[in-house]
């Protein structure tokens, strides 16, 4: 975890609950758990961010950076409806992301990161 003071490691038992999808530990974090860790641009838990059922803990603590990569089949042409989905995710990243749509030749680079929240 990168913190105000730099890079900083716990190590913690291991859990038996695992998931490879962010809603999945929303629902988990909220239903269950009470705390955990969650990628700050899930789609899930912004309603609950928004209405207070969760709440944001360590607001200066972020996890590793994640990258998102965009693939799509044609190199001469991008439809509308896939720019539209870029577009519309770009817009409800978090300030801090950082990203850089290029179209064509160019390279596509979405940035985000994790905050830790609790309910």
Not at 10 to 19: A, D, G, I, M, T
Not at 28 to 38: E, N, P
Not at 56 to 71: F, K
Request: aromatic share 10%; hydrophobic share 40%.
């Amino acid at each position: 975890m990168d913190g105000p003071n730099g890079r900083e490691v716990s190590e913690l038992p291991p859990s038996q609950f695992r998931v490879n999808v962010a809603e999945a530990m929303a629902l988990a974090v909220l239903d269950v758990a009470g705390v955990g860790a969650l990628p700050l641009w899930t789609w899930t838990a912004l309603p609950w961010l928004h209405d207070g059922t969760l709440t944001r803990v360590l607001p200066t603590y972020q996890l590793s950076e994640m990258q998102v990569h965009g693939l799509y089949t044609s190199r001469e042409h991008l439809d509308a409806k896939s720019r539209n989905w870029i577009d519309s995710f770009l817009s409800q990243q978090p300030s801090r992301a950082a990203s850089s749509i290029c179209w064509g030749e160019r390279k596509v680079t979405i940035e985000g990161g994790d905050r830790f929240f609790r309910t």
